[in-house]
């Protein structure tokens, strides 16, 4: 096994397609993260890190992701329309050839990714200064550009496997492609499975929420490549079978069918059970919900809430605008990773007559999320800490 993977390796490195495809994977990071001849386009009036580390990645990852799936495309054709093939199935079994040959290529796309990713560091370290963290680099690179590329590379020979038809393939990973990169920033942020919908990082601070979306996407992302080279897999053809015929032969490899079935499994679950959005039932809104538990005086997620908690606040939102008048706040607050630890005290009026408790809706806006937090007040003060973000 690891002798024909050498031998793989070998035959791929002898190629200039190959030697073009690592051109374009170690380059298209070097010009864009450095804006050597202005390729980078860059925009200063965001972060450094978006400047330097996330612009670029995504920009690469745009243009590197298409080469490598053209070249895995031409490979595989190559396999198929050549009399080579047919020596091949009457020697080893087809599966494990694509198989070593898929990973193959990946070991090809690790290698040039961290020969750029050595050349850009220290010119990323100088120029941010203390801004530069080692952790944010790595995660940046790795999550956007790394394991997209893999990721495109698992679909692309899924699709080709199954069709067995440059032009087809081309055309369906292409549309994917442009699915994902015209989606807009309010879509469902796992249509953006090339990408990510993660589109600033901010300077000198741990927060990790960006890069949880980046990781969460990908693991989503990486479930479906891997489904769907699997389903790939099992459309091999074999000799004078057709494509059931082949399905039916290559499901006696019952590595593969498992791995397909889980892969299914595992992203109907993680897209239902977000682990870090609750998704609203009725129209798909993707919020996380808080309420303030009173007696550690803490806001705490709320999974429970139903339909009748947003009809509730819609129906009452525009009642409790008018029915307080804001007189004073005091904000005491740190930052910590994905927390705000402190506390903020709001003194307000109340003008609605009414001595008994009423009830006080608080909305905070931040990126792509939504806090909508219920507190119970009957005096002019409270108190609510520990907000998660």
């Not at 489904?227 to 079978?241: D, F, M, N, Q, W």
């Not at 798909?284 to 709320?302: K, P, R």
Request: charged share 15%; glycine share 4%; aromatic share 12%.
């Amino acid at each position: 096994m690891f002798q024909r993977l050498k031998q793989e390796l070998k035959r791929l490195c002898c190629t200039k397609q190959t030697w073009l495809l690592v051109a374009v994977i170690v380059l298209d990071p070097i010009l864009l993260a450095t804006d050597f001849f202005g390729l980078g386009t860059r925009v200063y009036d965001t972060t450094i890190s978006n400047v330097l580390m996330l612009h670029p990645a995504r920009l690469s990852l745009y243009i590197s992701a298409f080469s490598l799936m053209a070249f895995t495309l031409l490979q595989l054709q190559k396999l198929y329309n050549s009399s080579a093939y047919t020596i091949l199935e009457a020697t080893v079994d087809p599966l494990t050839q694509i198989e070593l040959q898929t990973i193959a290529i990946g070991i090809i796309t690790i290698f040039s990714v961290c020969v750029s990713l050595l050349v850009i560091y220290p010119y990323t370290a100088l120029t941010m200064g203390t801004l530069f963290s080692f952790l944010k680099f790595l995660r940046t690179w790795v999550y956007v550009y790394l394991v997209g590329m893999l990721i495109t590379l698992l679909i692309s020979s899924g699709i080709f496997l199954i069709f067995r038809n440059f032009e087809a393939s081309l055309i369906l990973i292409s549309a994917l492609m442009l699915f994902s990169i015209s989606q807009s920033e309010e879509s469902y942020y796992l249509t953006h499975w090339l990408q990510t919908s993660v589109t600033s990082i901010a300077d000198g601070t741990k927060s990790t929420l960006q890069f949880k979306i980046m990781l969460f996407t990908r693991l989503v992302g990486a479930l479906i490549g891997i489904g769907v080279y699997a389903a790939g897999l099992l459309c091999v053809r074999r000799y004078t079978k057709k494509l059931l015929g082949s399905a039916r032969q290559n499901i006696r490899h019952t590595v593969i069918p498992l791995l397909l079935v889980f892969c299914i499994i595992a992203c109907g679950f993680y897209t239902e059970n977000d682990p870090l959005f609750w998704k609203d039932k009725n129209d798909g809104t993707l919020l996380e919900e808080s309420v303030v538990d009173e007696e550690t005086q803490t806001i705490v997620i709320d999974e429970s809430a139903d339909s009748e908690y947003n009809k509730r606040l819609q129906d009452n939102d525009a009642q409790f605008n008018y029915d307080v008048n804001w007189t004073d706040m005091d904000t005491n607050m740190t930052i910590e990773k994905d927390y705000l630890h402190g506390e903020t005290i709001y003194q307000i009026d109340n003008l609605s007559g009414k001595k008994e408790a009423q009830e006080l809706t608080i909305r905070i806006v931040r990126g792509i999320e939504l806090v909508q937090i219920f507190l119970q007040w009957g005096t002019n003060r409270f108190l609510c800490n520990g907000f998660q973000f």
